[in-house]
């Protein structure tokens, strides 16, 4: 097995507000190796984009912080890492895209200009090699006459093509780590199927390691070869996407791959629910978090938090799901 | 068979576009065009589609909150496509609403108690006490604790406030549900449960929706027929199990085949659309769909296709392609 | 990105009292340091408005109770002035005249505003849109003072014709305001629900999308009530302002003589009173804002 791309050891991330102080992320650890597609899966407030946003330093400051953890990647650690080296990585060794390409791109300037601003910061290109560059990018991510398409602004765009726009400035400068948050979310069903299969194939192409933070199990059955799941600021199951889809441990994405709507011959009448609902992170129950919720709970969990590999090694369950 | 609860005759909504220096109409967005359906009583039609394509537009023309521009909607058998406010009152109790988004769906500065008797109060439904009455009823009816009653909607998560919303539409015993994209903007685990409310209050109060989504898996959970909405029309109506066994239209195979599911290693042969979703104010000439599809002939760049029956009288399937005619 | 509302995302339904969004405000205005002070000023001087009012003190401010020009003693504690009455009075006094004049026009002002306001937005496209916004362009372009001077004259003296003068002025930012907010508002999914249930129009206006505006009513009322008095300031100065009566701007207007003089006495104590309450109320009106705003109050 090759040396892990990404490593992060017990990230714990911390916001202020007017409540109080709140951990949306508390005690993650996973590794991303090359050239694999990684899922981070989980419903809104989970930590899955705060943790995304973390990995390049993206948290707004004074609100929030990293408390405590590291990330390494290729040798330093991105955590304590100082603005000027996290901007050298950003766009060139790591890149992001994000859910709302509207917001992401600035309006007020052409896609070319955008993207040459990447490229000439990153790889010192001129003016016109920058913009031959551009074009070729936006051949690649499968845009239409590009070259008429790099002089537009992004309101002229649709809502894929300005995904794949941000994707072709996501990988104009050949990053070796792609963190995808959301990234088709908000996109209909059929161009949806479009901006995956391009990510895929791009991925192949540049030989990129991919984080796909979604919420969407399908879209992680889909496109990634490992999957982790987080609940509550934290990772509940961790496994090769094939078992995890098969046989999940975790009490919670056993009940959330069962209570999806999915296309099927016989339809239940009722769809099984997962009761209750996902705890306010300002008064945290004592034990396991979604011990509350939990059909499996036993004592234990209402008073002890379970860590990774408690009784089997890819969830943090005292009870896990029976094979 | 009984008489229909709903019938949508050829329903049509167009947008004005105004510019100009006098603001006249430069051209029209063709938002709903020339769209039928008929709902029985108790059944629910899902309206499947994208974005751009008008299901929400249709529901809001069927319930007069926007005016048809052209056709007709007749409830209960009453020709209601332009009745006046006063004239629509006794027609409101029998047809409501449900919204998309929780976080605007209820009036922030109004308790939740104020909420739900506004409808009785308008309708002027019996007294104050059988109006509280009702209005406690309804939270037991949704599931929700009667502590709910002084609170303000700021209080409650999404799936709560959208449960609250259900309730309101509940109020005045409506025949009649439409559910505009009610689960969309719920966290998966909650869709579920509010999911299992709405095939409840289906099974056990007999009433009749016109389920509006984009998310196919949702829609065939709740729907007992499925209309496929493209550009302002309705390209393939059939009932939920022939839908998704027998998709006739290509748009249809090529949504189908494009939801993700959630079983890797399952190897598909995807049908990846070409291009983007159009936009109604500038739709394509001949069949809408003709430049994303596969199948496309060169009859289809200039010939609307009519709607054809390929189905029998007792399972009716309607399609509007050159493929099948 | 919205990472604290995502944070913020499931609350659970406590046993805490039921919170308006006036109760999250208030909280969100008791933790404002300088609001609180502020508004400790201005209670003060409502306390002092009010005894005016009330008759207790502050009586003889018409009295001739001492020599000229009498300097800062214990029977006068800020002197007396040219003619001999004592100006502590006539600014006490004064304070009461503010507040009448600021609490009539901020509050007629405000609603004028608040229901021209929201009937214009949210007819907004149509001939009643276009004619609400015609009378604010209109009375928007003629000159203030120009204006008091009209009407007082069209009134023939009558006391109430700066309150009106400012009245018909003043509703013209409130109206804008509300007009705006409300165009936004009624693309509101409640308010289609409302539609959907039969609810009439006007009755859609006034329960449902005004009171989704009260937080700007009351910072603009606050805004409103500094300028109405400032202004008055100005009128009687220029002697169109206050006839009957005393306040800031006639003590101002009467101490230029004596300040060439050389004595102070009168013009100090009007212009600090009337810079301490405008200062506190704008301190104030900041906190109230910061307090009331949608955006950091609502989730």
């Known amino acids: 097995m090759a040396e892990p791309l990404l490593r992060v050891r017990d990230l714990a991330i911390e916001f202020d507000t007017q409540y109080g102080t709140v951990r949306a992320v508390d005690g993650v650890s996973f590794d991303v190796y090359p050239e694999e597609t990684v899922g981070l899966v989980g419903e809104s407030g989970c930590g899955k984009t705060v943790t995304g946003l973390s990995l390049l330093g993206l948290i707004p400051k ?40 509207m917001t992401a791109l600035n309006p007020v300037f052409t896609i070319g200009n955008q993207m040459a601003d990447v490229l000439a910061r990153h790889k010192g290109l001129t003016n016109s090699q920058a913009r031959t560059e551009a074009i070729e990018m936006l051949a690649r991510v499968g845009i239409p006459s590009p070259a008429r398409r790099v002089d537009e602004y992004p309101h002229q765009l649709s809502g894929g093509q300005r995904q794949r726009v941000m994707i072709a400035m996501a990988l104009s400068c050949n990053p070796k780590l792609l963190i995808a948050d959301e990234p088709t979310t908000a996109l209909d069903v059929t161009t949806q199927a479009q901006v995956l299969e391009q990510i895929n194939k791009l991925q192949e192409e540049f030989r990129m390691a991919v984080i796909l933070i979604t919420h969407d199990l399908g879209v992680v059955a889909e496109t990634c070869q490992r999957a982790m799941v987080m609940y509550c600021g934290k990772v509940a199951e961790q496994a090769p996407i094939a078992e995890l889809f098969a046989q999940p441990r975790h009490p919670y994405t ?19 629910i997962i009761a209750g609902r996902v705890p306010d992170l300002l008064h945290l129950p004592a034990g396991c978090r979604f011990a ?22 890819s969830a943090a369950c005292f009870n896990p799901v029976p094979l | 068979m009984s008489s229909p609860l709903l019938q949508v005759e050829e329903l049509r909504k167009y947008f004005p576009i105004r510019g100009g220096l006098l603001r006249g109409v430069k051209a029209q967005v063709k938002a709903v065009d020339g769209v039928s359906l008929v709902l029985q009583p108790g059944q629910t039609y899902g309206l499947v589609g994208e974005s751009g394509c008008g299901k929400s537009t249709l529901g809001r023309s069927i319930i007069r909150l926007y005016e048809p521009t052209a056709g007709k909607v007749i409830l209960d058998g009453a020709d209601i496509t332009h009745l006046s406010r006063k004239e629509m009152l006794p027609y409101r109790e029998r047809m409501q609403m449900i919204f998309q988004d929780p976080y605007a769906s209820l009036s922030p500065r109004r308790t939740v108690s104020q909420t739900l008797r506004e409808p009785l109060d308008i309708h002027n439904k019996g007294d104050r006490n059988t109006r509280d009455k009702r209005v406690r009823e309804l939270l037991d009816v949704v599931g929700m604790s009667q502590r709910a009653l002084n609170r303000y909607p700021h209080e409650f998560s999404g799936g709560q406030r959208q449960r609250i919303g259900i309730a309101r539409a509940l109020a005045l015993n409506p025949r009649l549900i439409i559910a505009d994209e009610p689960v969309s903007a719920l966290d998966v685990s909650v869709q579920s449960q509010v999911l299992n409310l709405v095939a409840d209050l289906q099974r056990e109060h007999g009433i009749a929706f016109l389920f509006i989504a984009h998310d196919l898996a949702v829609i065939q959970h709740v729907s007992d027929r499925i209309g496929v909405m493209y550009l302002g029309k309705i390209v393939e109506a059939t009932d939920s199990r022939t839908l998704y066994a027998s998709p006739k239209h290509p748009y249809t195979r090529a949504l189908l085949s494009a939801i993700p599911l959630p079983e890797p290693g399952r190897k598909r042969s995807r049908i990846v659309l070409g291009g983007d979703v159009p936009s109604p104010a500038n739709p394509p000439s001949g069949c809408p769909f003709h430049p994303r599809c596969p199948d496309a002939m060169d009859r289809c760049r200039t010939e609307i296709p009519a709607p054809r029956e390929l189905g029998t009288p007792a399972a009716p399937h309607e399609v509007s392609c050159h493929l099948y005619d | 990105m919205n990472t604290a509302a995502e944070v913020m995302e499931a609350e659970a339904l406590s046993d805490a009292a039921a919170e308006s969004l006036w109760t999250k405000g208030l909280y969100k205005f008791r933790r404002d340091r300088v609001g609180l002070w502020a508004f400790a000023v201005v209670l003060l001087y409502v306390g002092v408005a009010l005894g005016v009012w009330l ?26 002035n040219i003619i001999g009455q004592d100006i502590f009075d006539r600014a006490i006094y004064s304070t009461k005249t503010s507040f009448e004049i600021g609490l009539v026009v901020a509050v007629l002002a405000t ?6 306001g929201a009937i214009a937005g949210f007819f907004s496209g149509s001939w ?38 400012m009245v018909v002025t003043f509703w013209i930012t409130a109206g804008r305001l509300v007009r705006g907010e409300v165009i936004k508002l009624k693309e509101m999914e409640y308010v289609d629900a409302a539609h959907a249930l039969g609810v009439p ?51 101002i207007a009467e101490s230029s003589q004596e300040v060439l003089a050389g004595f102070f006495n009168n013009f100090l104590s009007a212009s600090v009173l009337l810079f301490g309450l405008v200062m506190a109320f704008n301190l104030f009106s900041d906190a109230l804002q910061d307090a009331l705003d949608p955006r950091t109050v609502s989730d």
């Open chain 1, 62 to 101: 004074p609100p929030g912080r990293i408390a405590a953890g590291s990330i390494e990647f290729g040798g330093r650690d991105l955590a304590t890492a100082s603005e000027e080296e996290l901007r050298k990585i950003r766009g060139s060794e790591i890149s992001m895209i994000f859910q709302e390409p």
């Open chain 1, 254 to 272: 056993a009940g959330l791959l069962s209570s999806i709507p999915r296309i099927r011959e016989d339809r239940p009448e009722h769809l099984p």
């Open chain 1, 292 to 313: 509350a919720r939990c059909e499996r709970a036993l004592d234990r969990c209402q008073t002890e938090q379970p860590e990774l590999g408690e009784q089997t090694a």
């Open chain 3, 55 to 80: 008759g207790f003190w502050a009586t003889g401010w018409a009295d001739l109770a001492g020599e000229k020009w009498e300097p800062v003693s214990s029977a006068h504690w800020f002197g007396t």
């Open chain 3, 111 to 116: 609603a004028l505003g608040g229901i021209l």
């Open chain 3, 128 to 165: 009643l849109d276009e004619l609400i916004l015609w009378l604010m362009g209109v009375l928007d372009s003629i000159p203030f003072l120009l204006f008091v001077a009209a009407i007082a004259y069209t009134l023939q003296g009558n006391p109430y014709s700066m309150h009106i003068a």
């Open chain 3, 201 to 251: 129009e006007y009755t859609i206006i006034f329960r449902h999308i005004l009171p989704n505006t009260s937080h700007i009513l009351l910072v603009q009322a606050t805004i409103t009530f500094v300028a109405a008095i400032k202004s008055e300031v100005i009128l009687s100065f220029l002697g169109l302002g206050v006839k009957d009566g005393m306040s800031w701007g006639l003590m």
